[in-house]
């Protein structure tokens, strides 16, 4: 996205008329009103990445048009990221562009902020770094007073940290997130926090059990668990896991166990078709727990067959999605099975055709 799309004094109408497109996708199915929840019109995201232009004394930040990777795009401002990020665009370009070790073959660069105000910033080169970039990159991390990171091929120097710290309030209780780099996280935090709050909402206490699949470091996994006897939450990104584990402890969140394995393994064994080793670390067997509730925030492919099926198999499922077409792909199987009983459209990517989802789902009398 560049600047000319940037509208918010169009947010409102722009956001309506893309609720309305979606909202047309669930017309076969019985859905009662959608809630909405529409995104702050500028400041809203927490991450964002910029090639780095070099033509002569000049290094801009540039994107490129779909299908135009010769067209950069200089980007003199980006208002729809969060301040953080947007206050230091300015003055690391100036640093970078005055500095010959600094922006040598210097490639890319990411920001990764939280509303808790952490920056970390991410260059990425085309060369190997050596203890003359480390020095330079110590004193630049200094001035912005955020922590960097380095990359090269096979290479990953760190100056401080390489994650931020995130404190999210949720209906009266603080919840403390360690956010590595490259780990997901979701971009918009006001959203972010909305769709935290509607699946509490719709998630009253209860003395079973809720297993999660795709739950990377814990978003919705931390304020839930409260909500359920005892919580199973798996991921298959290994810094992510590492990640929620670090958050779990750090939350005090005692019936929360977590194991490395990906939707379809989990289906499989939950369906008894083999074992995994990465299950044995349970503190209690797979088979102890009372599963009624499925938590899933699939990537954008959706659910597999096999994910289906075991969806299928609880009397309610909380179903959080960054893609309509293939919520509503999933959605004609799961229908079969159950009914919707709560829907949310939520505003992760303004002004885009982009549109977050939250389905609640559960199952028919048979």
Not at 38 to 47: E, K
Not at 233 to 261: D, F, M, Q, V
Not at 270 to 298: C, H, I, N, Q, Y
Request: with cysteine; hydrophobic share 40%.
């Amino acid at each position: 996205m560049h600047n000319n799309a940037v509208q918010p004094d169009q947010y409102q109408r722009l956001f309506e008329e893309k609720v309305d497109r979606v909202l047309r996708l669930f017309a076969p199915f019985a859905t009662p009103d959608p809630k909405l929840y529409a995104s702050p019109p500028l400041g809203y995201r927490l991450r964002a990445e910029f090639r780095m232009w070099h033509d002569g004394d000049a290094l801009d930040y540039v994107m490129f048009p779909p299908g135009k990777p010769k067209e950069p795009i200089v980007i003199s401002d980006f208002p729809i990221a969060a301040s953080r990020i947007t206050d230091c665009m300015p003055v690391l370009q100036q640093s970078l562009q005055r500095s010959p070790t600094l922006r040598q073959r210097l490639f890319q660069v990411e920001f990764l902020s939280s509303c808790s105000g952490n920056l970390l910033i991410t260059l990425v080169y085309h060369r190997p770094l050596d203890a003359k970039w480390e020095s330079a990159a110590t004193a630049l991390a200094e001035q912005l007073n955020c922590d960097l990171i380095g990359r090269s091929r096979k290479q990953k120097l760190i100056i401080g940290k390489d994650w931020v710290d995130e404190s999210l309030h949720i209906q009266g209780s603080t919840y403390e997130y360690r956010q590595p780099e490259q780990c997901f996280t979701q971009p918009n935090g006001r959203i972010n926090q909305h769709m935290i709050e509607w699946l509490l909402a719709h998630t009253p206490p209860c003395h079973t059990d809720l297993l999660e699949l795709y739950c990377g470091v814990g978003n919705f996994t931390l304020p839930l668990a409260h909500r359920f006897r005892r919580v199973l939450a798996t991921e298959l990104s290994k810094p992510a896991t590492a990640a929620a584990t670090h958050n779990a402890t750090a939350n005090h969140i005692g019936n929360l166990e977590l194991a490395r394995l990906s939707a379809a393994e989990m289906s499989q064994a939950m369906a008894g078709d083999r074992p995994f080793r990465r299950l044995s670390a349970l503190k209690e067997p797979l088979s102890s727990f009372e599963f009624e509730t499925l938590l899933v925030d699939p990537p954008r492919a959706g659910l597999d067959s096999d994910t289906l099926g075991l969806a299928k198999g609880f009397a309610r499922i909380l179903y959080i999605s960054c893609n309509p077409t293939s919520l509503i792909e999933n959605l004609a199987e799961l229908n079969k099975t159950h009914g919707i009983e709560a829907l949310a459209f939520f505003d992760q990517f303004p002004y885009t055709d982009h549109l977050e989802s939250g389905v609640i789902l559960k199952r028919r009398p048979i």
